[in-house]
């Protein structure tokens, strides 16, 4: 009986211990440790976009746009576009027209879309100066414009975009006054040795080594704006 007792103290004794010991909570896995910093991150831009900075205004748009940091809202996210596209952003510009088309958190309207793609392509947005191009080549949303489409190409192969320097090409090649020499220069800074090929059959060596040239010396960060 007294070696019973001493040994049910101690079991008694063990169990307080782990009763009243706490529980460990278990650590946050690395993805929900990501999704928490996104949370607190939004926090703080949204704090900033509201005291007018344009840059945390845009970053609050795509956060509500692909719902990071926050959940999903494309409402919210026209709102916060709407205000950095205001203050002259061009990429808010372009999810705006993005959204106008496909009726996104704002009904469609593609009138409205084309203004934020044309105005994205003026303050130097590539893709938007791109899709210009295509608009005004192919009159989508607006009337066909031949000029209009070359220019908008050239603005964005100048940036250094392939599928605009590959179009030229081909607009070079097919207008009313081709022009082999110039067609030869885009098709080689689109890297498109197929058509530098077959263009360079009807060039002269004196056209050639002119067109090398202004390849050698083609820097796209010079016509970005």
Do not use: C
Not at 125 to 150: C, N, R, S, W
């Amino acid at each position: 009986m007294n070696r019973v007792l001493p040994m049910a103290l101690s079991w008694l004794l063990l169990l307080g211990i782990l009763v009243s010991t706490p529980v460990l909570a278990k650590a946050p896995s690395a993805e929900e440790r990501q999704l928490e910093l996104l949370a607190i991150w939004y926090e703080i831009r949204e704090g900033v976009a509201a005291k007018g900075d344009v840059e945390a205004k845009f970053d609050v748009g795509e956060a509500n746009y692909h719902g990071r940091g926050t959940g999903a809202d494309h409402a919210k996210a026209v709102h916060w576009f709407s205000r950095a596209a205001n203050r002259g952003h061009a990429q808010a510009h372009y999810y705006l027209g993005y959204m106008h088309a496909s009726g996104l958190g704002v009904s469609t309207d593609p009138e409205k879309s084309l203004q934020h793609y044309l105005r994205a392509a003026e303050l130097g947005h590539l893709e938007a100066q791109f899709y210009m191009a295509v608009a005004y080549e192919g009159g989508h949303g607006l009337q066909a414009d031949p000029i209009a489409a070359l220019r908008w190409y050239r603005v964005a192969a100048e940036q250094g975009d392939p599928r605009a320097q590959n179009r030229l090409g081909d607009l070079y090649i097919r207008g009313n006054e081709p022009n082999l020499e110039e067609a030869y220069l885009w098709y080689s800074l689109a890297g498109n040795g197929e058509r530098i090929a077959e263009v360079r059959k009807a060039l002269t060596r004196s056209q050639i080594a002119s067109a090398d040239g202004r390849v050698r010396a083609f820097s796209p960060a010079t016509f970005q704006r």
